[in-house]
């Protein structure tokens, strides 16, 4: 059961770049979300989406975009990156109403734009 | 909006030294509180679930009790295995998403 996966576990790019983090479920939970996580920030939300096709804003979506065709995939894409996108980004899960509400996290994308 | 802040920052414990973590929240309506545990470069680990005040669950080393405006986690004689980044958050019952807090590092010394 590979769970929640995410790709790549590194990325190095540049400022301006348009740059794509992906993140794979095998549960098939409804829900996905996107956090980031900064030293003296804890984690933020970015977007979030509770099916295929549905997504909405959390505390800081600027400067990120989200699309969800397959409830297993949540790719995660930063237009222009910036320098303060330096961060820590972790994609999670959570089941369907009905069930459990806790997300699971993948490992985490360690994103450095220099 | 919901909030939450977690106490200590940072906790440095000998094995064997038993102590508390705190969680204080305000959310309206509370659906669940969670506790997870993440370790150095790491996603965060779920460990608990408490839904309402009185609630408590344990597992290994660790016990969650809940009550209306808190939550502690509660380490029993740790272990250098214990030591993590330990985090909170809440949802709300109207709501999906976790309010998280900023954590609390424990550093457990043999």
């Known amino acids: 059961d590979a769970g929640i996966t995410q790709s790549p576990r590194y990325k190095i790019t540049e400022t301006g770049r348009q740059v794509t983090l992906m993140c794979h479920q095998t549960w098939s939970h409804s829900y996905m979300f996107w956090y980031r996580q900064d030293l003296g920030h804890g984690l933020r939300l970015i977007y979030y989406?509770?099916?295929?096709?549905?997504?909405d804003k959390g505390e800081v979506p600027d400067g990120y975009v989200v699309s969800r065709s397959k409830t297993e995939n949540f790719p995660l894409t930063l237009e222009s990156a910036t320098r303060s996108q330096t961060s820590v980004y972790f994609c999670a899960s959570s089941m369907k109403p009905g069930g459990s509400y806790e997300q699971y996290f993948g490992p985490g994308t360690r994103l450095t734009v220099t | 909006e919901d909030q939450v802040t977690q106490s200590p920052e940072a906790l440095r414990l000998q094995e064997g030294e038993s102590s508390s973590l705190n969680c204080s929240y305000t959310?309206?309506?509370?659906?669940?509180l969670f506790w997870y545990r993440q370790d150095p470069g790491k996603g965060p680990e779920f460990l608990f679930t408490l839904y309402s005040a009185g609630e408590e669950k344990e597992k290994e080393r660790l016990k969650a009790t809940l009550t209306k405006k808190e939550s502690f986690l509660h380490i029993t004689a740790p272990k250098p295995e214990d030591s993590a980044t330990y985090l909170c958050a809440v949802q709300s019952a109207n709501d999906y998403k976790l309010s998280f807090g900023a954590g609390t590092t424990v550093t457990v010394r043999a």
């Open positions: 959310v309206s309506g509370l659906r669940g």
């Open positions: 989406s509770a099916a295929a096709d549905i997504t």
